[in-house]
């Protein structure tokens, strides 16, 4: 992952010396300038820098990243299956093996996912019955039904940075977080990484039940008659295959079969997800907006762009994250390009994270627990002692 140190405001030298509420010194450091009040460039400016070739969908380039994606998948199992499991005796030997396996393969399965992604935007091809296919293809063998969650994501997109209704990573108010039990506290801002994908799919977010499975959730609810039915078919499709993982596959292989090459690689690919939804958008200088101030381009200027070394090639360049947040029809192969070109546009508004993923979580755990409870225009702030 790429490493460095965090980029401070160009009118601050070093840390900002300030006191908390208890009296006490802390030292805040400025990543990026703190930029929430309204651009005066408009999202037809920001589309008007972009070249035009960068909104060509390619079908046949998109099809051979697809397939690249499934190529890893195989080749990882087939070589750790075949070569590397069968020629260890030792039982220490073969954990770190299947760590190393899990790793591995958990980061391909992300990959799959986020190829699977752009159907979901429209963005893998221009065509939405392909998109539809290859989006099925791509998340019901990592378990995610794909319009559910293509409908959920949407919601995102159309909600991103907004404090009442954002979908992921949707900022804690002060008050809700003083009322929140410890458990729930501990697994929202510690524990999320293990597991909170899956829970996030079979609850939604804790504001509102959202069930990527359920048909008496919101999503399904309140969605038109024609997604209602993509819905069901996705769902469907993924209770088909998780029968036959849980039931078919150990019985011919064994559960061991299942838990070797299927469960640890499942986590990872969550812990995956779980990562960098939050660091694209959580961060101390980021604004969060409430309705009487939030605006498209507002939500999408409050995104974070970061480098995940040799990952962002394995996870199609979803690091890219504000031009994607602003238009999110251009291919991830052209997302590189398009975002070199809106960066002049946005000025002092473009985010770029040259901090290792490993230290903003550190910084993100000690400094974005909640948001004020008042305010249009508001920032994360860190618990006190009180809180704690």
């Known amino acids: 992952l790429a490493m460095g140190k965090l980029n401070q405001d160009p ?29 005066a460039f408009s ?6 820098s972009i070249p ?6 390619n079908t046949f380039k998109s099809i051979t990243y697809f397939i690249r994606d499934y190529a890893q998948i195989i080749i990882t199992f087939s070589i750790f299956h075949f070569y590397v499991f069968p020629n260890i005796s030792s039982g220490i030997l073969f954990f770190f093996a299947w760590i190393a396996y899990s790793l591995i393969q958990g980061s391909f399965m992300w990959g799959l996912f986020v190829c699977g992604h752009d159907c979901g935007h429209r963005s893998f091809c221009p065509n939405d019955t392909v998109n539809n296919i290859f989006g099925e293809l791509c998340h019901i063998p990592i378990l995610v039904p794909f319009h559910s969650w293509r409908l959920s994501h949407g919601l995102h997109h159309k909600n991103h940075g907004n404090v009442e209704r954002d ?6 108010t002060q008050a809700d977080y003083d009322n929140m039990l410890p458990g729930v506290r501990i697994f929202r801002y510690h524990a999320y990484l293990i597991g909170g994908w899956t829970l996030y799919l079979i609850y939604g977010m804790p504001s509102h039940f ?13 969605s038109s008659p024609a997604d209602q039915k993509l819905m069901r078919q996705s769902i469907y499709l993924f209770w088909i295959f998780f029968l036959n993982l849980v039931i078919v596959v150990p019985y011919f292989f064994g559960y061991s079969f299942l838990l070797t090459y299927y469960v640890g690689a499942y986590f990872v690919f969550g812990f995956w997800i779980s990562l960098v939804t939050h660091l694209h958008h959580t961060h101390p200088d980021a604004p969060w907006y409430r309705a009487e101030e939030w605006d498209y381009q507002r ?22 994250h504000t031009v994607h947040h602003y238009f999110s029809r251009i291919p991830h192969y052209n997302l590189r390009e398009a ?27 000690n ?15 860190g618990p006190s002692k009180k809180n704690e």
């Open 367 to 381: 400094t974005c627990r909640f948001v004020p409870d008042e305010g249009n225009v508001v920032y994360y702030q």
């Open 52 to 57: 035009k070739h960068c909104w060509e969908r």
């Open 167 to 172: 979908e992921a990573f949707s900022a804690v």
């Open 11 to 39: 009118s601050v030298e070093g840390p900002i010396s300030t006191k908390n509420e208890n009296g006490e010194g802390v030292e805040e450091f400025v990543e990026f300038p703190k930029r929430g009040e309204k651009p």
């Open 210 to 222: 959202n069930s990527h499975f359920s048909f008496k959730s919101d999503l399904y609810l309140k």
């Open 339 to 365: 975002d070199r070109a809106i960066k002049p546009v946005l000025g002092d508004y473009y985010k770029r994270s040259d901090v290792s993923a490993f230290e903003t979580i550190k910084l993100v755990w």
């Open 299 to 320: 939500g999408a200027l409050t995104t974070i762009n970061r480098d995940y070394g040799i990952i962002e090639h394995i996870h199609h360049n979803v690091g890219t």
């Open 43 to 48: 999202i037809q400016d920001v589309r008007a």
